[in-house]
Nanobody
Framework: QVRLVESGGGLVQAGGSLRLSCAAS????????MGWFRQAPGKEREFVAA???????TYADSVKGRFTISRANAKNTVYLQMNSLKAEDTAVYYC???????????????WGQGTQVTVSS
């Protein structure tokens, strides 16, 4: 059974930083795409960042230059370092994983339960 567990969310002032972690279990995820989505109140869930088994990385335009995704395959863990946070980054952040890279940015198969990030202005 695949399980993704996020941690590291919280309240931070605008301009501050947070680091999210996602611990995956139930599979060996080194061949999976893993990454992050977010959902702000009243908005649809949106793609944030992904890291593929090849090492390729993609980001949403809204977070480029501020967020950095990384992963530790030996630990089945993916991270999201978020710097220069803005009020509009406030959302529930979800970890996701999928063995198919082609669908990852739209409909990954596996999801975590989410962690709240609140940025005060």
């Amino acid at each position: 059974q695949v399980r993704l567990v996020e941690s590291g969310g919280g309240l931070v002032q605008a301009g501050g930083s947070l680091r999210l972690s996602c611990a995956a279990s139930g599979r060996t995820f080194s061949s999976y795409a893993m990454g992050w989505f977010r959902q702000a109140p009243g908005k649809e869930r949106e793609f944030v960042a992904a890291m593929y088994w090849s090492g390729a990385i993609t980001y949403a335009d809204s977070v480029k230059g501020r967020f950095t995704i990384s992963r530790a395959n030996a630990k089945n863990t993916v991270y999201l370092q978020m710097n220069s946070l803005k009020a509009e980054d406030t959302a529930v952040y979800y970890c996701a994983a999928d063995q198919s890279t082609g669908v990852f940015t739209t409909s990954p198969r596996y999801w975590g339960q989410g962690t709240q990030v609140t940025v005060s202005s």
